[in-house]
């Protein structure tokens, strides 16, 4: 069993940054990938970016130049920094954590950006 969980969550003006955090625990030994979701009401669920074991990444292209994903394999954390931040960009933000067989979501965080 996995457990994933995010913080860093918050209202930010727009034009402001934000880091989201994603902790990962439980049987980890086996992650592939770690990314990040978003999603609105009334809309699926998006990708925003995703990091591979092997360091290769994919953003979405609404973020492209203005977020950053990173990892700490050791910590089994991602993070996500997020700069020049638009309200289209207000949405919840869900981690997820993908292995060989069956992924994992974080419960949710919600990322307002409003002035």
């Known amino acids: 069993q996995v457990q994933v969980v995010e913080s860093g969550g918050g209202l930010v003006q727009p034009g402001g940054s934000l880091t989201l955090s994603c902790a990962a625990s439980?049987?980890?030994?086996?992650?592939?990938?770690m990314g990040w979701h978003r999603q609105v009401p009334g809309k699926e669920r998006e990708l925003v970016a995703i990091?591979?074991?092997?360091?290769?990444?994919n953003y979405a292209d609404s973020v492209k130049g203005r977020f950053t994903i990173s990892r700490d394999n050791a910590k089994n954390e991602v993070y996500l920094q997020m700069n020049s931040l638009k309200p289209e960009d207000t949405a919840v933000y869900y981690c997820?954590?993908?292995?060989?067989?069956?992924?994992?979501w974080g419960q949710g965080t919600q990322v307002t950006v409003s002035s």
């Open positions: 997820n954590v993908g292995f060989i067989v069956g992924n994992y």
């Open positions: 990091k591979s074991n092997d360091g290769s990444t």
């Open positions: 439980g049987t980890t030994f086996r992650i592939r990938t």
